[in-house]
T-cell receptor
């Protein structure tokens, strides 16, 4: 099993550009999450999903959108990139209860 | 949502135990306490979780206060590979995690 995979590993965007961060898990988990982690800080929840077709906002959803058309995939969309979105983005998945499994992260810089 | 408070950093010698405290005074009765750790340039990794009783696994032990307002993660014999940021998190409604700033653990050889 690959677990949780994220692409790309690194990306530099210009202000106003758009991009999609990809996240895929092969553990058949219902729950999936997107977090961001600013330097020296803990993780903040952006969006989460409790199953295909269901998504909900976390603590910091502004400037992001998500979709969940399949159990495996949970892409995160940035429509108009801003410098404040420079961060490391982590995707995670979990069974209904219990531990979350995290991906390796995507390091995004907006200039 | 319940918040957690942890010391910014702790140091330990190799092969010695490490006790990492966490305060979560606003925790509700059904919230689980989860601990994760994050090695440099990696995603967080699950360590242990519990509700009311103390818990043990191959990585660590979790001691939970009787009133559940605090807990302590215990690494029984620290190794250099245990150097990481340790996060005490509250698992809200069985799946959402609320992360604080964590404790940076340094292990001296």
């Amino acid at each position: 099993n690959a677990g949780v995979t994220q692409t790309p590993k690194f990306r530099i965007l210009k202000i106003g550009q758009s991009m999609t961060l990809q996240c895929t898990q092969d553990m058949n988990h219902n729950y999936m999450y997107w977090y961001r982690q600013d330097p020296g800080m803990g993780l903040k929840l952006i969006y989460y999903s409790v199953g295909a077709g269901i998504t909900d906002k976390g603590e910091v959803p502004n400037g992001y959108n998500v979709s969940r058309s399949t159990t495996e995939d949970f892409p995160l969309r940035l429509e108009l990139a801003a410098p404040s979105q420079t961060s490391v983005y982590f995707c995670a998945s979990s069974p209904t209860k219990g531990e979350q499994f995290f991906g390796p992260g995507t390091r995004l810089t907006v200039l | 949502d319940a918040k957690t408070t942890q010391p910014n950093s702790m140091e330990s010698n190799e092969e010695e135990p490490v006790h990492l405290p966490c305060n979560h005074s606003t925790i509700s009765g059904t919230d689980y306490i989860h601990w994760y750790r994050q090695l440099p340039s990696q995603g967080p990794e699950y360590v242990i979780h519990g509700l009311t009783s103390n818990v043990n696994n191959r990585m660590a032990s979790l001691a939970i206060a009787e009133d559940r307002t605090s807990s302590t993660l215990i690494l029984h014999r620290a190794t250099l590979r245990d150097a990481a940021v340790y996060y005490c998190t509250i698992n809200i409604n069985d799946y959402k995690l609320s992360f604080g700033a964590g404790t940076t653990v340094t292990v001296r050889a």
